[in-house]
């Protein structure tokens, strides 16, 4: 079976820093598969790598049977990848409604969109409560859901979250880590960076530690999660 995502000795540099140092993994359809590690170790410039943001010194991507290498990142969005960045980037001043049509800008089946944005307001009853209130005056729970949503709004066959958790309430992390485990069981395949290793290993199907720019270990996420090396390092477990 062809994986959905391949990546082969990716090398990706800043100028003469090397941040990605030959990762090679694969991602399946139906999966989630994480990529864990500390600031620094190369996830966000992964995924920006695959998005088409950055260009790869070295290596191959190949999505859906098809290499990535001279394809720029709208079209990439167009061939089924999605990025939620980390930061969320939402536009403040657009309302939600807005800014889950923005998600949508490369699609012209109206009927389509908006089928979708209801997808998105019953996956995120919130937004739904709130779909005309200007995008900045959410909370950062609420705008994580709503940069979500509007990453959704491609119709991704890949959806690729980088730390969805980050600076939230502990409540509210777990409503996210909620909506991937409901995503998967829709079928959405996703690769997660993210930085709560036990969050993002108790629902992985697979998992990747990465360290200053390469991978170090793989594993289910059952396996990595019960890893003795990485409950010390990780899960803050002596």
Do not use: C
């Not at 391949?6 to 990762?23: F, T």
């Not at 990848?81 to 309302?95: D, K, Q, V």
């Not at 709004?153 to 730390?163: A, I, R, W």
């Not at 998992?207 to 720019?213: I, K």
Request: cysteine-free; hydrophobic content about 40%.
């Amino acid at each position: 079976m062809t994986a959905l995502l391949e990546v082969e000795d990716l090398r990706v540099a800043y100028g003469k820093i090397e941040a990605v140092k030959g990762i090679s993994f694969s991602v399946e359809a139906g999966q989630v598969v994480t990529l864990i590690g500390t600031n620094g170790a190369g996830k966000t410039t992964t995924l920006r790598t695959l998005s088409g943001l950055l260009k790869p010194s070295s290596g191959k991507v190949v999505f859906d049977g098809r290499p990535l290498g001279s394809v720029p990142a709208h079209k990439i969005v167009s061939l089924g990848l999605a990025h939620s960045p980390e930061g969320r980037h939402i536009f403040p001043r657009l309302t939600i409604t807005e800014n889950l049509q923005l998600g949508a800008f490369l699609r012209k089946d109206k009927a389509g969109i908006e089928r979708d944005i209801q997808r998105a307001y019953d996956l995120f009853p919130i937004l739904g409560e709130r779909r005309k209130q200007a995008a900045g005056t959410l909370s950062g729970g609420e705008q994580q859901m709503l940069a979500m949503g509007r990453a959704l709004m491609s119709q991704p066959k890949l959806l690729m979250l980088d730390e969805p958790s980050m600076g939230l309430s502990p409540i509210m992390m777990q409503k996210i880590m909620a909506t991937i485990v409901e995503l998967k069981a829709q079928g959405t395949t996703i690769l997660l960076v993210e930085q709560n290793a036990q969050a993002a290993l108790s629902l992985a199907d697979r998992g990747h530690v990465m360290e200053t720019g390469s991978i170090v270990l793989s594993g289910s996420g059952r396996d990595l999660l019960h890893d003795e090396s990485v409950r010390k390092a990780y899960l803050g477990e002596d």
